[in-house]
């Protein structure tokens, strides 16, 4: 389905609709499908059981509760999700640093009311298994990034098979892309699966980057707003590469890469997004 819209522009809500919740959570994907984003992007690690998360940082500190829970800090504030077991991880309280933090000033604007956020206490931190349900119900696309592994030692289950094992037991593979800043993820994962779509996720520059998406079988490029041109877009789509950029927030730059020809605004505002698309659409 990813294939099949390569010659759109659609929204990725970044780790969910994650201006709205908190960030990669079931609150914040369920925002993201309400509010009409096409795909989501979220992260995936594994905990010291071998089992897939949907959490972005290697610490816990900046989205749970660990701090309140000591006998969780295994490693003090380097405690982190592969340090804990499936169950330690599940105690964890992922919602409630939301209205603690306020941390895109939507609370303080009234867009999201403070009853709502302070409802968000208690929220876990999902594991794969729970997301991909929602992915199959829901019908969006999952653009799920793997966690570069290899700084905190690997697994008894690598994070690629673990991953693959999930998408293929929800029948999901269709709908998702598997993008990672660990290019080599990429290359096993093509081994094993030739057409699963792959993306390269990136935030260095890359020169020749339709040379080195094609040399790892990607289908598309991932990389940061900061470094990339309306010339770099072209380029990469006239060589039949989608490209989904990371991360756009502000209605301006929204408008001008979907206006430039990129296939996806990975973007915490799923619904900035999809105005900006609309926007460049109409005209």
Same mark, same amino acid.
């Given at each position: &389905?990813?294939t099949e819209?390569?010659?759109e522009?659609?929204?990725h ?13 079931m609150p914040a994907?369920?925002?993201?499908h309400e509010?009409? /984003? ?8 594994l #905990?010291?059981? +071998?089992?897939?998360?949907i ?10 509760n660990?701090a309140e829970?000591p006998?969780?800090?295994k ?5 982190g $999700?592969h340090?804990?077991t499936?169950?330690?991880?599940? /105690?964890l309280?992922?919602?409630?640093w939301?209205a603690e933090?306020?941390?895109?000033g939507?609370?303080?604007? +009234?867009?999201v009311?403070?009853e709502?956020?302070?409802a968000?206490?208690g ?10 349900i929602?992915i199959?119900?829901? +019908? &969006? %696309?999952l ?6 592994? #290899? ?15 999930q998408?293929f037991k929800?029948d ?14 990429? #290359? ?7 057409? &699963?779509?792959?993306g390269? %996720?990136?935030e260095?520059? $890359?020169e ?7 040399? %790892?079988?990607a ?5 940061c707003r900061t470094f990339?041109t309306a010339d ?5 789509r006239?060589a @039949? %590469? &989608?490209?989904?950029?990371w991360t756009?927030?502000s209605e301006h730059e ?6 430039w @020809?990129?296939? @996806?605004l990975?973007s915490?505002?799923?619904d900035?997004?999809l105005?900006?698309i ?6």
């Amino acid at each position: &389905m990813f294939t099949e819209k390569a010659n759109e522009c659609i929204t990725h809500a970044h780790r969910g609709a994650r201006a709205y919740a908190p960030e990669n959570t079931m609150p914040a994907f369920r925002k993201a499908h309400e509010l009409g /984003a096409e795909a989501i992007e979220l992260d995936v690690n594994l #905990t010291r059981d +071998g089992y897939a998360v949907i959490y972005h940082d290697y610490v816990l500190t900046r989205t749970t509760n660990i701090a309140e829970l000591p006998h969780l800090q295994k490693h003090g504030k380097k405690t982190g $999700i592969h340090h804990l077991t499936l169950d330690e991880v599940r /105690a964890l309280d992922a919602g409630k640093w939301y209205a603690e933090t306020d941390p895109h000033g939507q609370i303080n604007n +009234g867009v999201v009311p403070a009853e709502i956020a302070a409802a968000f206490a208690g929220t876990t931190i999902p594991t794969l298994d729970e997301l991909l349900i929602f992915i199959k119900s829901s +019908g &969006m %696309l999952l653009n799920l990034e793997i966690k570069d592994q #290899t700084q905190i030692g690997d697994h008894r289950h690598t994070i690629i098979h673990t991953i693959l094992e999930q998408i293929f037991k929800h029948d999901v593979k269709e709908q998702t892309m598997i993008s990672s800043f660990n290019h080599d993820y990429l #290359t096993k994962i093509y081994a094993e699966i030739p057409d &699963m779509p792959l993306g390269v %996720l990136t935030e260095k520059r $890359i020169e020749k980057s339709v040379e080195y998406c094609k040399k %790892l079988n990607a289908s598309a490029f991932h990389p940061c707003r900061t470094f990339t041109t309306a010339d770099d877009i072209k380029k990469l789509r006239e060589a @039949g %590469l &989608m490209v989904n950029i990371w991360t756009i927030n502000s209605e301006h730059e929204l408008y001008a890469f979907a206006h430039w @020809g990129t296939s @996806g605004l990975i973007s915490d505002f799923p619904d900035r997004a999809l105005a900006a698309i609309q926007a460049v659409r109409s005209r």
